[in-house]
């Protein structure tokens, strides 16, 4: 019994899309800059916490009216959360978070390195000099 002929090796498509493969530098941080926007998280919980306030109001009993003076005070309440939760969304969905520019290939990081290596300068964390880079007094 002989196999049938296979055919040759295919090559991977060159996007990001493809199951298994690394998506782009550039790609993650715009997605964790928008995933991690502080508007986001201060919107949503308003909204989440507006919404729960808003429905506890609408069946409040007479007593808890009477106990606010004849003020639906949770209803209200609840309202103004989910008009504010609303607004920090709209103002996010208006305006939305940049994603950091990459820096150039032989410009310094954070750390002033330069090319990304993420290797220590001559000094070390206490601020004495490497021996690798000084001579040292006998």
């Given at each position: ?19 298994g ?22 919107g ?5 916490y507006?919404?729960v306030l808003?429905?506890?109001g ?6 808890a009216i ?40 032989g ?10 290596s ?10 004495a ?8 007094a006998?």
């Open positions: 019994m002989t196999d049938p002929e296979l055919p040759g090796p295919r090559s991977a498509p060159d996007d990001a899309s493809t199951p493969t690394a998506p782009e530098p550039a790609r993650t941080s715009a997605t964790a800059a928008r995933l991690f926007d502080i508007r986001r998280v201060i949503g919980l308003f909204v989440l507006g919404a808003t429905a506890v609408t069946f409040d009993g007479p007593a009477a106990k606010a003076q004849g003020v639906r005070i949770n209803l209200w309440t609840g309202l103004g959360m989910l008009a504010l939760g609303a607004a920090f969304l709209l103002w996010l969905r208006l305006s939305p978070p940049e994603a950091p520019a990459e820096a150039p290939a410009a310094p990081d954070e750390s002033g390195d330069v090319g990304g993420g290797a220590a300068g001559p000094f070390d964390d206490a601020g000099v490497d021996s690798g880079t000084a001579s040292k006998d």
